[in-house]
């Protein structure tokens, strides 16, 4: 019998390494994973890389993982915020490495870790700082049918923590509105991926034509209380 | 001193507007893009694309009325129109870079002759640099439309030869629409679409330091 449910974050988290890379959803207010995240600080894992569309926001959830200084390097497109101050303190007292990605790139990359393609070439990018490797190297490049194209390799997870809707035992998932952001293309591109939901259901109650990210995808699901965060968080819908 | 006016904030949106046609799929970025929303003509089927995983977005909610879970690119919170739809955000870059939103609009420091685009790093030393879906957005839309002042607060020109920002895309702009003009970018150079009333072709030319086909 198969059941993903898992009784608590902490027993989902068993086990993460020293040194894993971990997959972050959400965007803005939108499909954080808070719960986990607080859940991976008490794990107490270290020397992690993160990837996430952002680098945290104010003093709760990828930031205090940051200000707890579990993580060695961030994965992002867009670190700098209005009250980005954990990390821009880190980045600018070099105790962080950043790689800056574009969005669509950094969509992309996980995409293809999680199809199993090898690298691909993609025409964001191309002639721009971005097109350059960490030591300042360009990045391979090829002109195919009269367009410039800059090669991207896939970024893999030995985790991805996400924030779903509803889930039933066999790991299937729907999302909610925007929420649904990174969540599936992370949920392919990690070994283990960790999904919250709010509802549970039995198996056969989510319509099929309507699950988002097939169970094949999802390790473990735990069931979370909504709660109104401070940046507004869920709200109940009509 | 020649006679005449800039094209406010709200003039510049609507004549951007103007150029959006029915049945479009379309990207309007952060900041200023946003406002030509509230001009797309009565009547006009327009669907915005916002990059975090909406197509049909609507306007504001009614205050109260905000879900933090519909939000658009610039974590503003947001509505969906019937026959909206949400997607994950490889779908949503996928609409960008393989051609499928008809138009892009977006903000920029500078734009070059040839329609070179750099509107998301100054360069400025120490800085925490931040792209976003800049670089995407400039490169996978059909047309790449650019909104922005033409001068800086120092007057000089934000249409240049050559862009001396760092780069978001090459080649990429199609046309700028400005506070004193509206050009179109092409591989040979700047060519007029139009122009505030009063201003002269030359003192046009004189303002930007190039060449602008009539």
Redesign the interface.
């Given at each position: 019998m198969i059941n993903k449910i898992s009784p608590s974050i902490a027993e989902a988290l068993t086990g993460v390494a020293d040194g894993s890379t971990v997959l972050i959803g959400g965007?803005?207010?939108?499909?954080i994973p808070n719960e986990l995240i607080e859940g991976l600080i008490e794990q107490g894992a270290r020397e992690l890389t993160v990837v996430n569309n952002n680098a945290g926001n104010g003093d709760s959830g990828l930031a205090a993982l940051l200000k707890a200084g579990r993580v060695r390097k961030i994965i992002c497109?867009?670190?700098?915020?209005t009250d980005?101050w954990v990390?821009?303190e880190l980045?600018?007292s070099g105790k962080i490495e950043?790689e800056?990605?574009?969005?669509?790139?950094?969509?992309?990359r996980?995409?293809a870790a999680g199809a199993g393609v090898g690298a691909f070439f993609?025409?964001?990018?191309?002639?721009?700082?971005?097109a350059l490797n960490a030591d300042g190297t360009p990045k391979e490049t090829r002109r195919i049918n009269g367009r410039?194209y800059v090669l991207e390799y896939p970024i893999h997870g030995d985790l991805a923590l996400i924030k779903a809707e509803t889930g039933d035992r066999w790991g299937n998932l729907t999302?909610?509105?925007?929420?649904?952001?990174?969540?599936?293309?992370m949920a392919t591109a990690a070994k283990r991926t960790v999904a919250t939901v709010h509802e549970v259901l039995e198996l056969g109650q989510l319509d099929p034509e309507a699950i988002?990210t097939p169970g094949i995808f999802v390790s473990r699901i735990v069931k979370i209380e909504r709660v109104a965060?401070q940046?507004?968080?869920?709200?109940r819908?009509a | 001193m020649s006679n005449y006016t800039k094209r406010s904030k709200q003039e510049l949106a609507q004549r951007v507007a103007q150029d959006i046609f029915d049945g479009a799929y379309v990207n309007l970025g952060i900041g200023q893009p946003t406002l030509v929303a509230n001009y797309l003509p009565e009547g006009m089927e327009v669907v915005l694309h916002?990059?975090?995983?909406?197509l049909g977005m609507g306007p504001a909610p009614a205050a109260g009325d905000?879900?933090?879970?519909?939000?658009n690119a610039g974590?503003q919170?947001v509505t969906?129109l019937p026959g909206g739809a949400?997607?994950?955000?490889?779908d949503?870059?996928?609409m960008?870079?393989g051609g499928h939103l008809d138009i892009s609009v977006l903000g920029a420091f500078q734009v070059s002759a040839t329609g070179d685009l750099a509107n998301w790093?100054t360069g400025e030393a120490?800085?925490?640099?931040?792209?976003?879906?800049?670089?995407?957005l400039a490169?996978?839309a059909k047309e790449t439309w650019v909104m922005m002042d033409l001068l800086t607060k120092q007057g000089q020109s934000k249409v240049v030869q050559s862009c001396t920002y760092?780069?978001?895309?090459?080649g990429c702009v199609k046309r700028i629409y400005a506070d004193l003009a509206t050009l179109e970018c092409t591989p040979s150079g700047l060519r007029l679409i139009d122009k505030v009333e009063g201003l002269e072709h030359t003192e046009l030319e004189h303002l930007i330091g190039l060449p602008v086909q009539a």
């Open positions: 965007f803005g207010t939108a499909g497109s867009f670190p700098r915020q980005s990390f821009d980045y600018r950043l800056l990605v574009p969005q669509g790139n950094l969509a992309e996980l995409r993609t025409p964001t990018g191309f002639g721009t700082e971005l410039d999302y909610r509105k925007a929420a649904r952001n990174f969540g599936p293309v988002v965060t940046a507004g968080g869920f709200k819908a | 916002s990059e975090n995983g909406i905000e879900d933090y879970d519909l939000i974590k919170p969906l949400y997607f994950h955000h490889a949503s870059f996928a960008m870079r790093s120490g800085a925490i640099p931040a792209v976003g879906g800049a670089m995407d490169v996978g760092p780069l978001t895309g090459i």
